[in-house]
């Protein structure tokens, strides 16, 4: 990456996902800058990152090769604003749901913009990222983002924008999911007698081991599935359970619906 400066509009979790992960891979700090206007945020900023916390945006910003959104999409307009007359030579990174790239364009002046739909385990390292990049960004600046998001996790790129929502639905909001799932293990745990302790540690370890075999393996989920549903035994009986109660077509619908509000989302905020 060239030692060019980075700047950050806004300055929350996953800015500082991105921003930690940078600097754990060996990135000065003063190649970094954030602009955060909220005191307690942009203190935690400069104690834990040492790195230049600003309350707005200001001609620092002119010498940002890429800059990254990282603000609630309904607070875009505002951000973009003041920074407008400083940002628009830089290569635009989103890391903002909802906010499509016609939008980023008309805000900043610059054709140049990745969107990025990164995912809540970015916080330690172990995410997943879609991204789409508008027909202006370089082969160069493509290798920019994913160097850029590389330590947050993996990355994945699309060919349409639309294609975001999908991978919103999937990924973005897929962490939901599989809390929600953990929380159902956990209850049945405690229904069968283990303490909800015992039933956070066995549900989570089985889940994440379950991840990790996937990821490790060559067969797909449904062949591995079958390696351990012996028919009449207890996994066919818990899986036959499912399918009884429809869970499979009600995590599709699910998974669709999430989708269709990414879209919605998408054109309430332009």
């Excluded at 909001?173 to 599989?178: E, I, T, V």
Aim: aromatic share 4%; glycine share 12%.
């Amino acid at each position: 990456m060239s030692a060019e400066l980075i700047a950050f509009i806004g300055g929350g979790n996953m800015a500082s996902a991105i921003i930690g992960g940078l600097l754990r891979a060996g990135m000065a700090a003063s190649r970094l800058v954030v602009v955060e206007p909220h005191a307690s945020q942009r203190d935690k900023l400069v104690g834990e990152f040492g790195i230049a916390a600003l309350v707005a945006g200001d001609a620092v910003l002119a010498g940002a090769g890429t800059v990254v959104w990282a603000v609630k999409p309904q607070l875009f307009g505002a951000a973009a604003e003041p920074v407008k007359a400083w940002v628009g030579g830089a290569l635009q990174l989103s890391v903002m749901a909802g906010i499509r790239s016609d939008a980023i364009v008309a805000a900043t002046g610059s054709e140049r913009v990745v969107r990025a739909m990164p995912n809540t385990p970015a916080l330690i390292g172990q995410g997943i990222a879609g991204l789409y990049a508008r027909p202006a960004v370089s082969a160069d600046e493509r290798a920019r983002v994913e160097r850029l998001l590389a330590p947050t996790g993996q990355t994945l790129w699309v060919a349409a924008e639309d294609d975001l929502d999908a991978v919103t639905a999937l990924s973005g909001s897929g962490p939901a999911y599989f809390f929600f799932f953990v929380e159902a293990m956990m209850a049945a745990a405690v229904d069968m007698g283990l303490t909800p302790e015992q039933g956070r540690r066995l549900a989570l370890a089985t889940c994440g081991g379950a991840a990790a075999l996937g990821l490790a393996s060559d067969e797909s989920p449904t062949t591995l599935r079958e390696r351990v549903t012996s028919k009449g035994g207890t996994t066919h009986a818990a899986v036959a359970s499912l399918q009884g109660d429809g869970v499979d077509a009600a995590i599709r619908r699910a998974v669709l619906a999430a989708q269709k509000r990414a879209a919605e989302l998408g054109r309430e905020f332009g």
